[in-house]
């Protein structure tokens, strides 16, 4: 069964090389370096104020190192970024940089040697120097020892929870450990029956990205960060995995829990929490205007078990960053690392980031550094992201990220959400399954 799939993604591999043969690569139409002047090529995310963003930094660059030259242009998501790129990397013409990438899909470019390790180029640890990232990220160190993305924002996953009906329950603020969220809730289903803890049809789906979203939330909560999978290994904590997963069936007898779809069930009122990402917040202008932040919601990190102390609680980083690609001539490797240190050697620069796209920049000192203190003054629902960037894990570093986070879901998490399996057993046939997928 293995091989056919190693022949197939072989196969696969073939079939975009013979395709875009044909239109040539960059490196045979075009001259990397020319009258002392190096082009490189930043392929940015099809976000406008991404692309807007790179494209002012690409100008500037350009204006204080004139022997540089940044195109800057959007990556195609069509059919995905990620396809686009493997077809760029299997055609020859993959770009020098580019953005919008997550660690589990840089374990894919990497495995395939297609990745410069940025810790082997001039100007690395200068970059986690000046832009105060050291605690943010080395989570991102690969099993190898290397990193090969620099992270550019991360986004702390946080819990938001209606504030005003905590209060009608009783409560000034959230829940910070199992037992006290499984007390509110049944003081929520006793006085109201139709309202849930937590309402999302997410819960009950098997689609990969959707654990990001709940299990690994409260599994990192629980853990303390660990990160379940290394390289090919499985190192997932036991003990945490079950409380997790014990923590949601005991949520479920309680009827807390309602896997079904609702439109908007948090900002409607029949949740009490869920997940909440920043960008939640430019809808909610649009769509949701009477949502005010410490008035009708608040935010939190993911509850602890009881014997956790909620200071150390962690999440999950819905985080993404840069790449230089081993196809790009050394000249380019280095023009391309001496334009990102350029980049984040000023804070001002990440401030604008931070102001046009609202993506916390993958810094340690967001909420220290004046740079970032207008715009947090100005958006205080930011601040409980910014502060836990550094507390943030990053996604694993396996190729096969897709199949195994799908794994969780099969196996362990959509079962106990749905009442089919225990907690034990769940735990149990996922761990299975996921070591048998990693030989």
Not at 45 to 64: C, G, H, I, L, R
Not at 65 to 80: F, L, T, W, Y
Not at 357 to 379: G, H, S, V, Y
């Amino acid at each position: 069964m293995k091989r056919k799939k190693i022949l197939g993604l072989m196969a696969l591999v073939l079939a975009f090389s013979t395709v875009l043969a044909g239109c040539g690569s960059k490196k045979e139409s075009a001259t990397p370096t020319q009258d002392g002047v190096t082009t490189i090529e930043f392929w940015a995310a099809s976000n406008p104020t991404q692309q807007a963003f790179w494209e002012k930094m690409a100008k500037d660059y350009e204006q204080v190192n004139p022997k540089v030259k940044v195109n800057v242009s959007v990556i195609k998501e069509s059919p995905s970024s990620e396809a686009s790129i493997q077809a760029a990397i299997a055609g020859g013409s993959a770009p020098t940089i580019s953005e919008n990438i997550n660690r589990g899909f840089a374990a894919q470019l990497a495995n395939s040697k297609a990745l410069v390790p940025l810790d082997t180029l001039d100007g690395f640890n200068d970059i986690v120097t000046s832009r105060n990232m050291k605690d943010t990220i080395e989570p991102w160190k690969f099993a190898d020892g290397h990193q090969y993305v620099l992270p550019i924002y991360s986004n702390a996953m946080l819990f938001g929870w209606r504030l005003d009906l905590l209060k009608d329950l009783g409560y000034t603020e959230p829940p910070k450990t199992y037992s006290e969220v499984l007390e509110v809730n049944k003081k929520l289903k006793a006085k109201y029956p139709d309202k849930y803890s937590w309402a999302k049809a997410d819960l009950a789906d098997p689609t990969a990205w959707k654990r990001w979203f709940d299990f690994f939330m409260l599994y990192d909560a629980a853990s303390g960060g660990n990160k379940f999978i290394e390289g090919d290994k499985f190192v997932g904590d036991d003990k945490a995995g079950v409380e997790t997963l014990k923590f949601v069936d005991d949520l479920r007898k309680d009827k807390g829990i309602l896997a079904q779809n609702v439109t908007d069930p948090f900002e409607t009122g029949t949740s009490l929490f869920i997940d909440l990402g920043p960008w939640t917040f430019t809808n909610w202008a649009e769509k949701y205007p009477e949502m005010k932040y410490n008035q009708n919601y608040t935010l939190s990190m993911p509850p602890v078990p009881d014997d956790v102390d909620p200071k150390d609680s962690k999440t999950f980083a819905d985080t993404k960053g840069l790449v230089i690609y081993a196809s790009a001539t050394k000249e380019q490797q280095k023009a391309a690392m001496d334009f990102v240190k350029w980049v984040y050697s000023d804070a001002k620069h990440d401030a604008e980031w931070f102001q046009q796209t609202m993506l916390p920049p993958a810094r340690d000192d967001l909420t220290t550094n004046e740079a970032f203190k207008e715009i947090l003054d100005k958006n205080p629902q930011l601040k409980p992201y910014a502060e836990n960037v550094p507390n943030a894990i990053p996604p694993m570093d396996n190729p096969k990220y897709n199949d195994l986070q799908t794994i969780i879901g099969q196996e362990a998490w959509n079962k106990v959400v749905r009442g089919e399996i225990d907690p034990v057993t769940g735990w149990a046939n996922m761990k299975k399954a996921i070591e048998g997928e990693l030989q």
